[in-house]
Structures are given as C-alpha cells and as structure tokens.
C-alpha cells in the first residue's frame, strides 16, 4: 500500500491525469467549467458564491453551479456539531477576506425555510447575482411572506444533483469539482489558481491564511503561553498539523500541548472511501504547499496507533514527546514506515533519542485508553469531534489550516476570542 500511496501522490501522475482530462476536453470541444456545489444553510458556501464572480474573470472559466441540501449522515457524523463550528468558522475567513457575513446568523437549520431559498435557487442556478442575493437574504434572516414548498420535481433534481457529485467522488457543499480534482471554500482556491492562473502565482488572491504565517516577531505576552492541540496518530490533516504547530510554537516561544484521540475509525465511526481519497489527495497538496513531506503512506490503523500511544507516557516523561510524535508521523506519512511491526516502531524510536530497551515491555499496556477517552471528552466539550483541534486561552478552531487564527490571537492579547 505504501508504493500506491506514493504513485497515487506523485507530480508524475498528477500531470498524467489532468493532461488526459484537458484532453478530452479539447476532444469535446468544450470550455474550462467548474462544477460548483452550492448549499443554501452552507456557511463556507455563502462566502464561495461572494467571490465567484472574480474568481470566474481571474481564472477564465466558467461556472455552472449545482444546488444540493441534504448532508449525508455518514459523511457528516456529528451535523449539528459542524454547523455551530461552521457558522463561526465562517465568521473568521469572512473578516480575513473582507466579506458579507451577518452579525446574527440563522440560529437554527429551519427545514421550510431552507427548502424556501432552495426552490429559488435551483430556478436562479444560471445567474450568479440572484444566487448571491438569495443567500444574502438566507443568512441575514430577511422575512418571508410566503414560504415555498419543495415539489416533485426539485426534489428528483437534488437528488441527480447529489448523485452526480458522489459520482464525481465527493460529498459535500462549497465545493468546486474541476477535471478531477476537487476545492473546497475559499480555503482550497489557491490551489486552483495555482493549476489554471501559475503565471499569476505571485498575486493570489486567495492564499490571506497564508500570507505572512510564521513571519511575526513574538509578542511579549505570548512567552510562555500554552497551545494544545487534539491530535490523531492516523489522521494526515494531524500530521501537518503538528508540523506547523511545532514551527509556530518555537517562532513564539510558546509551549504545545499535545492530547492524543483515537482515530474515527477505531471509535466507531465511518470513513467512507470518497471520504479517505478526498483527505489523501487534499493532504498531498496542502504538505506541499507547506513544504511538509507527504505521500509514501503506510496507514498506521490499529496496531500502528496503539504502538504510539502505548508510548506517548514514556515519552513525556523524557520530555520527548513532541520528538516522539514528528518521528512516528513523518514514518508513516512520508516514509512508508511499518509502526505496526516491531522494527518499524523500534527505528521510530531510537531516532528520536528515546530507549528502546525501555521502551519495548510497554507496548502492550493499555494505560492509554483511559486518558485518550477522557481527551476526547474534553474536546467533545469544546464542541467539537474531530482533529486537529487548536485551542489558546478561549479560541478553539478546527483545522491545520487555522493556525493563522491561533497566531492572530498569539499577537493581539487584547482581543477576546471567541470560538
């Protein structure tokens, strides 16, 4: 699986598989379109629709865009969870990118009103200005005189709608579908002017999440503060995560946390395939612009996991843990390491100065399944499920791709945050 993941990774058939879809392309006779998956009770999809039009002259293309509702429960295991994060999510990029965002949002999914802006939206879907005004009128709680119902026919359209996007291989709003690949909100678009703009490179518009990350003089009232972070030893996102985090805390001087979660997997929860292929290809191109080595994968579900957290323990008390951590993240991320077996783990050890003669008999204690239950509590008490997860003083975000937010706040000690 590892030589997969690497070929599945490389630049090699990156540009092998978007050479065949031009092709076609061209062979149809067709223009460059995006394919842009819009929800009316989507946050992330708000924003999208406010800047489409400049990304649309920016990058020369067109745009068709395609109105889905419904989430799909198995994608979206904790839905109430991910709206209340969503919504306020939102609020931070709206603010970085200087966008609409209301003051007070829709404090509740109200299913008549959301079919309401739905039936108006599928009969707008060509024109973009009236879909931008509906969900003007959506997320600023405009009042409604008479509520529309959904009929027969919108909903047999939603349902091709959301049948070709799980055709296309993905499952969720704010997402643009461009010859096989897939961008998600604002927050993928520079990968997209990337592919269709690269002599413009030096003047994206929307890389603001990274602009200047890592290039700030610590604050003196940042010395010493403590970020902790909610971290999986499977999850890829976590990885690039740590890697940052690491790199920030030092710029800082401050110090990182660290509480491990069992992967979603190992507590029950599904991760269907769209799911996992969506993760692993987002991850090779955000570790790439990162400059973060990713794509010899050896997934460490099981075994490999339960190695690392046997160890996490002994590791702190060496006040290695974080050593511990990049060097059993970077194994299986990067360098096809087996942590399952005993010379995988034994390599990830020693190289980060741990002993492995003490390390070995603790490998198959059990210790760890009560302080990894109770790190998931509390993150679950913060409102939220999955990882990586960032907290310092009251911001909490979600995402290797919010550490900017946890830098703002590291700079500006007199804001309140607020997640």
């Known amino acids: 699986m590892p030589w997969v993941a690497r070929l ?6 990156l540009k092998t598989k978007r050479a065949f879809f031009a092709a ?11 394919d842009v998956y819009l929800s009316i009770s989507d946050p992330y999809s708000y924003l999208l629709i406010q800047v489409l039009p400049t990304l649309i002259e920016r990058l020369h293309v067109k745009a068709k865009i395609i109105i889905v509702r419904d989430k799909q429960p198995e994608m979206f295991p904790k839905e109430n969870q991910w709206q209340t994060n969503a919504t306020n999510d939102a609020r931070h990029l709206a603010k970085l990118y200087q966008l609409t965002y209301p003051i007070n949002p829709p404090a509740a999914l109200d299913i008549d009103v959301i079919n309401h802006y739905t039936v108006q939206l599928l009969k707008a879907a060509n024109n973009i200005d009236r879909c931008q005004t509906l969900f003007d009128q959506y997320w600023h709680n405009e009042p409604i005189s008479h509520r529309i119902a959904l009929d027969a026919t919108q909903h047999a359209t939603l349902l091709d709608n959301q049948k070709r996007q799980q055709k296309q291989g993905h499952y ?16 993928r678009l520079i990968h997209l002017e990337h592919r269709l703009a690269v002599h413009q490179a030096s003047a994206n518009l929307f890389n603001r999440q990274n602009n200047g990350f890592l290039q700030r003089a610590p604050h003196a009232n940042s010395l010493g503060q403590t970020i902790t972070m909610y971290y999986s030893a499977r999850s890829p996102y976590s990885y690039l995560g740590l890697e940052k985090a690491v790199k920030l805390c030092r710029q800082h001087q401050c110090r990182l946390e660290i509480k491990p979660v069992l ?3 190992m507590r029950g929860l599904q991760v269907p395939h769209a799911k996992k292929m969506y993760i692993f290809n987002d991850t090779r191109r955000e570790a790439e612009l990162a400059d973060i080595p990713y794509g010899y994968v050896a997934d460490p579900l099981g075994k490999a996991v339960e190695n690392c957290y046997a160890l996490f323990d002994y590791a702190c008390e060496q006040n290695k843990e974080i050593d511990f951590l990049l060097s059993f993240g970077r194994a299986v991320n990067s360098q096809g390491m087996d942590a399952s077996s005993s010379h995988g783990i034994r390599k990830i050890v020693e190289r980060c100065g741990l002993d492995w ?8 204690t ?6 990894a239950e109770q790190n998931q509590q509390a993150l679950s008490e913060l409102g ?7 907290q310092y003083r009251d911001l909490v975000t979600w995402g290797q791709d919010r550490l900017w937010l946890i830098e703002q706040a590291l700079q500006n000690q007199t804001t309140v945050w607020r997640n």
């Open 24 to 34: 076609k392309r061209h062979l149809q006779n067709k223009e460059k379109t995006l």
């Open 384 to 390: 939220l499920w999955g990882v990586p997860c960032f």
């Open 263 to 265: 992967p979603m997997l």
């Open 172 to 187: 969720s709003s704010a997402m643009i579908y461009f010859e096989g690949e897939w961008y998600w909100g604002l927050d």
């Open 357 to 364: 003669e003490k390390a070995q008999p603790l490998l198959e």
């Open 8 to 13: 599945l990774s490389s630049n090699g058939f």
């Open 366 to 371: 059990t210790h760890w399944h009560h302080w």
